[in-house]
């Protein structure tokens, strides 16, 4: 029922009750205890509705219908990475149906804000490879729209800017030279080479040397500050007690001492024979004496 009521208020335009229906399926994407994978190919073609609809509210110059998309775009990443190893290609075919409202020279910016805002959910891989490639092109678009409708327009571009820049940053070599930066994006190239100069390629130089440092002391909490890490560096380095080696004590030479014998001391007499027994006694072997386990008390006088 929910896909047929999120169709019936998009023709109705009736936001707040499109943004309560695309909450209530987010919440149920989100409950664990629930599979609905049955029900994907329904849920599909609703949510693709809400992100790339042309109007989805009535007055679209006073209503939030961005943030619409925006929470439409969140629910269509989260069903992609849910169900994308169960459901056959939910990815590709999300990002198929998405590449063409750019090929559309009809489609309106609020529809291609809906396609970008879910690319850019689902992934920098995904920007990298569909998105950047289009950025020229959107980029006459965005100026276009700002000549006539700058609200739009720049929300779209800071849209394009904020995502792309972190992708840019990487693929671009120091120094950020603007007119570069126009010949390889278009009209959106100086708004990147100011994102990047000013805002991310301080961090990126910074991230670089925390990954080198990590490498180099194979530490794995790649989230570790950089001072930390340079500490744990330095303690890493210093060598532990079972490394040190504790230093040589001399031999000492063992000596044997031999006693030697008294000058005063008297020969001991030699020790008497034992008697020869009688004759008639019998056996001439001592009798072994009882063991201590095998004594009684009356054996003791």
């Not at 992934?123 to 020229?136: E, H, M």
């Not at 100011?194 to 490498?215: D, F, G, N, P």
């Not at 989230?223 to 380095?237: A, D, S």
């Amino acid at each position: 029922a929910l896909p047929i009521w999120i169709k019936l208020n998009i023709v109705q335009k009736k936001m707040s009750s499109l943004v309560a229906l695309v909450k209530m399926v987010k919440a149920l994407l989100s409950n664990k205890n629930l599979n609905l994978e049955k029900y994907i190919h329904k849920l599909l073609p609703a949510i693709l509705s809400v992100v790339v609809g042309k109007q989805l509210c009535a007055r679209p110059d006073q209503e939030n219908h961005w943030s619409l998309r925006e929470v439409g775009a969140q629910v269509l990443a989260q069903i992609c990475k849910s169900f994308g190893a169960t459901t056959a290609a939910v990815q590709s075919r999300v990002t198929k149906l998405l590449s063409q409202v750019f090929s559309d020279d009809s489609s309106s910016l609020p529809q291609r804000y809906g396609a970008m805002v879910t690319l850019c959910e689902l992934g920098t891989d995904v920007c990298k490879n569909i998105l950047l490639p289009q950025l020229k092109h959107e980029g006459e678009i965005v100026r276009k729209a700002i000549e006539t409708d700058k609200a739009t327009g720049e929300k779209v571009q800071q849209l394009l800017v904020q995502h792309l820049g972190p992708i840019v940053v990487t693929l671009q070599s120091p120094p950020d030279v603007v007119d570069v930066y126009r010949r390889d994006y278009g009209f959106l190239g100086t708004a990147l080479c100011e994102h990047v100069s000013t805002k991310l390629r301080a961090s990126h130089a910074k991230a670089q040397q925390r990954i080198q440092l990590q490498k180099k002391a194979g530490i794995r909490n790649w989230q570790t500050p950089l001072g930390e890490q340079v500490k744990q560096i330095q303690e890493k380095q210093k060598p532990t007690p079972t490394q040190q080696q504790p230093k040589a004590q001399p031999q000492q030479q063992s000596r044997t001492i031999t006693p030697q014998p008294s000058t005063n001391q008297k020969p001991l007499p030699p020790m008497p024979s034992a008697p020869k027994p009688a004759a008639g006694t019998g056996s001439t072997a001592a009798k072994p004496s009882a063991p201590l386990s095998t004594i009684n008390l009356s054996d003791i006088t």
